[in-house]
């Protein structure tokens, strides 16, 4: 049974509505990933460092 829709049939052959038949995407975005994981890591590693630092300074005032 063929599907319900398949865009490739309906299409008119503009380049420009062709958006199916583009480049894949690139097969290292694994490794981009990656990066913005460890770009996370460090922004969560310094807003907890910063939390702990803001603890520490208040909990030194009430004392």
Do not use: H, K, T
């Amino acid at each position: 049974m063929n599907a319900p829709f398949r865009p490739r049939d309906y299409a008119p052959a503009d380049p420009q509505v062709d958006f199916w038949d583009d480049a894949r995407p690139r097969a290292d975005f694994v490794r981009d990933i990656d990066a913005d994981l460890r770009e996370f890591n460090i922004i969560w590693g310094a807003g907890i460092a910063c939390g702990l630092i803001a603890v520490a300074l208040i909990w030194w005032l009430q004392s």
